[in-house]
């Protein structure tokens, strides 16, 4: 007979393996999942593994857009990219862009300066490439506050117009001759023209200011080709002092050169200043931009925060190199809108009925044309001319789409691919300019909404969008509205696009314009 000792005994191994098996696996399932969101906050975005060293540099394609396009369809709307040392993140979603430009704004803010852009912005001078801080916050409020305001942009309106006008007028002589126009490539004069009237107004003129013009649209191609182009140097540092593809050494020559122009532009100025205040003959207030600029350098501050030559000369370079980007948009459309009869004839018919073909547009036509303005937003939808922006790069390690974007890296948000999204847009490859009159209506150029954000979103969006805005507007009005045109025999529009910092056109657009208007005078 067993004693109650002995049978108490045989029944405790099983009620205690019990426990102890479910507290082990307690603790392993607790162990496991604080592993598992540890694990998850901390590891990076998916990617390709790459090669030791050089990453994925072999396998990098030119057109960076379509090719990180490619690697979200793989790896999600967040993933990375190893080129040599540096790391790309990209960021192909609406949903996770909106938690870069809204949650993590202010950590996102600054910029990693490749080697090029490094020169031609004096060191990260610029707006454009500065870091987030006390430098970036003056240079920007300068121009929104200052020099993009709606009161500013109004009291150089009469060089601006005086710009475009003359712009209809060559067309005109153009048309005269039955000669073909190469769009972009005018559309970039005339932007170009408009931008340097806007900064200096009269201060180079004649034969010097043509001369000077288009000297400056041939080093702006050339600065953003370098810019755009792919360099062992960003990627792999210790090659840097070799410029083992040359594209330092032709960078410096091109801000040598910028400052070379700007250096005189900004001594005849000073000089002309100087002449007017010793004969009494000193214009009120100020004429252009450079008037203000040069009056802030010679006060040494603004706000309390220093303020010189070089940052005079950035602010310039900034504006000069923007133009490039507003030509090119202005083709795009110009493109699209010949390639579609029916929207060219409804953008006409609108300009018929507001501006009158017995007028000429001015800019207080532009809130009347609220179709004109729906094809340039769809345009920019489907061909954003900057599609991956300007990268940002995070101060300190963050959280994005449940993965650690560590600092340093370069942050991508590819507004190409978001803008595209069939989750998000309805038919999202088709040309709809009505989408911005309906569903889309509220969309507009201030990056608020992540799902159109062609100009960047939070408080790295573009500071010239007003400026942009209107000039682009202004331009394609009055040529819409001036002249019919139509392809040389034999031709096609081809949308190819190649990808340099900027979204062109592979074969440039050339068209053949004939005037519509009535009154020889309305080509003056």
């Given amino acids: 007979m067993n004693s109650p000792t002995k049978q108490y005994s045989f029944m405790t191994p099983p009620a205690s393996s019990f426990l102890y098996v479910a507290a082990a696996t307690a603790a392993v399932l607790c162990y496991a999942l604080l592993y598992v969101r540890w694990h998850r906050k901390s590891a990076l975005p998916p990617g390709p593994v790459g090669l030791p060293i050089v990453g994925s540099l072999p396998f990098l394609d030119p057109q960076l857009h379509t090719y990180f396009a490619g690697l979200a369809k793989t790896y999600g709307p ?3 990219i190893k080129l040599g040392n ?5 960021v192909s979603s609406s949903s996770v862009a909106r938690e870069v430009v809204r949650d993590h704004d202010y950590v996102m803010a600054n910029r990693k300066l490749m080697a090029t852009a490094s020169i031609i912005t004096y060191g990260g001078s610029t707006i454009l490439w500065s870091n987030n801080g006390p430098t970036w916050r003056m240079l920007r409020r300068i121009c929104v506050q200052e020099m993009l305001s709606r009161a500013s942009l109004d009291a150089v309106y009469d060089l601006r117009r ?15 001759a039955g000669e073909a126009v190469n769009v972009g490539e005018e559309m970039l004069l005339t932007v170009s023209d408009v931008i340097m009237s806007t900064l200096w107004g ?3 003129v004649g034969g010097e200011r043509s001369r000077v013009g288009k000297e400056f649209r041939e080093m702006v191609c050339a600065v953003i080709h370098l810019i755009g182009k792919p360099n062992v ?7 840097a002092r070799f410029d083992l593809q040359g594209l330092q050494g032709k960078m410096k020559l091109l801000l040598d050169r910028f400052d070379e122009i700007f250096t005189h532009i900004i001594d005849e100025k000073k000089k002309k200043k100087k002449t007017e205040v010793l004969m009494n003959k000193e214009v009120a207030g100020r004429t252009d931009f450079l008037d203000y600029l040069l009056k802030l350098e010679q006060e040494g501050n603004y706000n309390n925060r220093p303020f010189n030559l070089t940052n005079v000369k950035a602010i310039l370079v900034d504006m000069i190199i923007a133009s490039h980007a507003s030509a090119s948009t202005m083709e795009w459309v110009m493109a699209v809108a ?3 009869p029916k929207i060219m004839a409804r953008i006409q018919q609108e300009l018929d009925q507001v501006v009158g073909k017995d007028n000429i547009v001015e800019e207080s036509h532009i809130p009347g044309l609220p179709y004109l303005a729906a094809v340039i937003k ?13 990268p940002r790069c995070p101060a300190s390690a963050c959280t994005v789409g449940g993965y650690t974007v560590p600092p340093g890296s370069m942050v991508f948000l590819n507004v190409w691919a978001i803008q595209r999204d069939p989750s998000v847009w309805e038919d999202p490859l088709e040309f709809k300019p009505e989408r911005f009159l309906n569903s889309a209506a509220n969309l507009d150029f201030s990056g608020s909404d992540t799902r159109f954000i062609p100009f960047g979103s939070g408080r790295r969006v573009c500071a010239g969008i007003p400026l942009a805005e209107t000039m682009v507007t202004h331009v394609l009005a009055s040529l819409l509205h001036s002249f019919d045109w139509k392809l040389p025999e034999g031709t096609e529009i081809d949308f190819a696009s190649t990808f340099e910092l900027v979204l062109n056109l592979v074969k440039p657009l050339v068209a053949i314009p004939t005037p519509r208007l009535p009154n020889p005078e ?3």
């Fill in 78 to 80: 967040i993933c990375r």
């Fill in 86 to 90: 540096m790391m790309f993140v990209i």
């Fill in 162 to 176: 005086s710009e475009v006008r003359a712009t209809v007028h060559k067309f005109r002589a153009r048309a005269a």
């Fill in 202 to 204: 009269a201060s180079v």
């Fill in 233 to 239: 140097s960003d990627f792999i540092p210790f090659l």
């Fill in 338 to 340: 010949m390639k579609n």
């Fill in 378 to 390: 769809e345009t920019l939808r489907l061909y954003p001319v900057s599609p991956l922006l300007t």
């Fill in 522 to 524: 309305q080509y003056a």
